[in-house]
């Protein structure tokens, strides 16, 4: 599948910010392909039911390692666990006050970033990043 439009949120932790609070960074991509897959599991009687997502993300020039992206006052963006993708372009406001909310709208429809991979750039190599979640 391919989303014509993803919304990044990036988390700048607390540590991070001179308010001593989470603050969260939009930031709206283009044409980004990912799959979808139904995971069940079973223990006893309970039966759960969820989704994977698998995102490929392209080279581009906004990209920053977070400790670069801190330093620029988050221009750009960066991805780090527990970012969100949410696979529509959000108007929405995001702050930590209302990011949960946020979430809860949209599910199913949001991925949590649970696994970064980067993959060096390189003839033939058209995705900079592999991002898993759920």
């Known amino acids: 599948m391919n989303a014509k439009s993803i919304t990044l949120c990036n988390k700048l932790a607390r540590k991070d910010s001179i308010t001593n609070l989470d603050v969260w960074y939009k930031t ?3 044409d980004i392909p990912y799959t979808m897959k139904r995971v069940s599991t079973v223990s006893g009687q309970t039966v759960s039911v969820g989704q994977t997502f698998m ?3 392209p080279f581009d020039d906004e990209y920053q390692s977070y400790d670069e992206w801190v330093k620029s006052g988050g221009k750009g963006y960066t991805l780090s666990e527990g970012d969100l993708i949410f696979f529509r ?3 929405e406001e995001v702050t930590p006050n209302t990011i949960q909310k946020i979430k809860n709208q949209y599910e199913p429809n949001v991925c949590e970033v649970r696994s970064i991979v980067e993959v060096p750039d390189r003839a033939g190599v058209g ?3 592999k991002i ?3």
């Open 28 to 30: 709206v991509l283009h």
């Open 55 to 57: 995102i490929l993300i």
């Open 132 to 134: 898993e979640g759920v």
């Open 127 to 129: 995705f900079r990043f």
């Open 89 to 91: 372009e959000l108007e």
